[in-house]
C-alpha cells in the first residue's frame, strides 16, 4: 500500500503534520481546519501572558497564530470563511529582563537598559477562494489562496531606546497605532477602526515518485489592511537634562508626543510579514514513513523531524520532535479527519510552546 497524494489545499491551510490529510476522487468535500499555536521565549505561556513571575529564560520573541476554517471544495476551487487571530511580539532580552526585575520588585543593576518593543495584533474575519493547479500529470499542484476580511481591532508598535534603572531616565522613541490603546491607556478611539484587507498565500506539493513528495508554502506572502479612524502615539522622550541651582539641580524631562487626542485619528496601513515552510515525506514501507520539515518566522526557524506507523486501511500514528520550540508532537489522522499536539512540556504552567490542530476533509 502506498501514501496517496497529499491534499495541497490542507497544506497550505496548516503545515502541521496533522493537516497533510489525504486527497479525495470526489468532486466535492467539506474543508475545515481549526490551528492554534503559541509561543513564549522568556517566559512560559501562562506567566508571559499574566505576572512574568517564573524565572527568567533567555529569549527575544513570542507570538501566537490562531486560525478557524469552514468551506467547501469543488474540482480543485476552495472557498469557505475564516477567522483569526495573530500576535507577534519582538523584544531585546534586555526588555525582558527590566519587565522581569520590576514585575517581581527585584533590585535594579545600576545601568541603561535596552528598551526594545516590536508588537503586532490583528483579529479579522472573512472568506477565502483557493484553485489547484495541476501539472506533470496531477503530480505537482500549485495552489494560490487569497483571503479577503475585515476587522476592528488591531495593535501596531515599535518602541525602541534605553531605561536607566528604576528611575525616569533616558530615551525612548515610539510609533504605535492602534484600535485600543493598551500602552498608554488615554487614546482609545471613540469608535472602533474599520478595516477591510487582504491575505495571499502560495502552496506547492509535488509527487516526485511514489514514495517520495516535496512541500512548500508561504502563508502571508502579502498581508495588508487599510484602517479608518486609527489611534496613534508618535514621539520620543530625551535624557533628563538639569539646571543647577543653590540647593541642588533642578531637572525636568523632555517629551515631545503627538498623539490622535481630540479626534485626531487617521487612516493607517497595517501589514503582517511571512512565514515559509517547507518539507518532505518518505514512505520506507508499507507501515512506516518519515517527515522533515521546517519553518521560518522571521528570526524564528523551527526544524521538526516526524516518523509515522500506517495500520488499518489508511490509519495514522505520528510522533515528532521540533528544535527551538524543543517541543514533542503526537497525532492521529485518516483519511478525512485528524488531531495532534505539540509541546514542550505536558505542565501547562511550565509550557512555554503549545500547539494543537485538527482538521475534517469530509467527500461527497
Not at 97 to 102: L, N, P
Not at 315 to 320: A, P, Q, S
Amino acid at each position: 500500500m502506498k501514501l496517496k497524494k497529499t491534499s495541497p489545499l490542507l497544506i497550505l491551510l496548516g503545515v502541521s503534520s496533522v493537516n497533510q490529510a489525504y486527497a479525495s476522487s470526489s468532486d466535492i468535500e467539506l474543508i475545515h481546519q481549526f490551528h492554534s499555536e503559541i509561543y513564549t521565549e522568556a517566559q512560559p505561556v501562562k506567566a508571559f501572558v499574566e505576572d512574568f513571575d517564573k524565572p527568567l529564560t533567555h529569549g527575544d520573541s513570542a507570538f501566537t497564530y490562531n486560525v478557524f476554517e469552514l468551506g467547501m471544495k469543488y474540482k480543485g476551487i476552495g472557498f469557505g470563511a475564516q477567522s483569526r487571530f495573530d500576535y507577534l511580539l519582538a523584544f531585546d532580552p534586555d526588555t525582558a529582563r527590566y519587565t522581569h526585575t520590576e514585575k517581581n520588585d527585584l533590585p535594579f543593576e545600576r545601568r541603561n537598559y535596552r528598551y526594545y518593543l516590536r508588537g503586532k495584533q490583528a483579529t479579522t474575519n472573512g472568506v477565502f477562494l483557493s484553485y489547484d493547479f495541476t501539472l506533470l500529470d496531477e503530480r505537482l499542484v500549485i495552489t494560490p489562496k487569497f483571503t479577503y476580511f475585515q476587522s476592528t481591532h488591531f495593535q501596531d508598535a515599535i518602541v525602541d531606546g534605553t531605561i536607566f534603572a528604576d528611575e525616569i531616565e533616558g530615551k525612548l522613541q515610539t510609533e504605535y497605532y492602534f484600535s485600543k490603546d493598551i500602552l498608554f491607556k488615554s487614546f482609545t478611539p471613540t469608535e472602533n477602526p474599520e478595516g477591510e484587507g487582504y491575505s495571499f498565500d502560495l502552496a506547492l506539493s509535488w509527487q516526485i515518485t511514489p514514495d517520495l513528495d516535496i512541500w512548500a508554502a508561504a502563508k502571508d506572502l502579502m498581508y495588508e489592511t487599510k484602517y479608518e479612524g486609527v489611534g496613534f502615539v508618535n514621539g520620543f522622550t530625551t535624557d533628563i537634562p538639569f539646571t543647577e541651582r543653590e540647593d541642588g539641580i533642578d531637572t525636568t524631562p523632555s517629551v515631545r508626543l503627538r498623539t490622535s487626542a481630540y479626534d485626531q485619528e487617521i487612516e493607517y496601513t497595517f501589514e503582517q510579514n511571512a512565514r515559509y515552510y517547507l518539507g518532505v515525506n518518505y514512505r520506507i514501507n508499507n507501515q512506516f514513513s518519515t517527515t522533515l520539515k521546517a519553518r521560518k518566522f522571521i528570526d524564528d526557524t523551527f526544524v521538526q523531524a516526524t516518523v509515522s506507523y500506517h495500520f488499518g486501511e489508511s490509519w495514522e500514528l505520528f510522533g515528532g520532535y521540533e528544535t527551538h520550540s524543543e517541543a514533542f508532537e503526537l497525532g492521529i489522522k485518516t483519511r478525512h479527519a485528524g488531531i495532534s499536539v505539540k509541546m514542550d512540556n505536558p505542565d501547562i504552567e511550565d509550557a512555554h510552546y503549545v500547539n494543537l490542530n485538527w482538521f475534517l476533509n469530509l467527500a461527497f
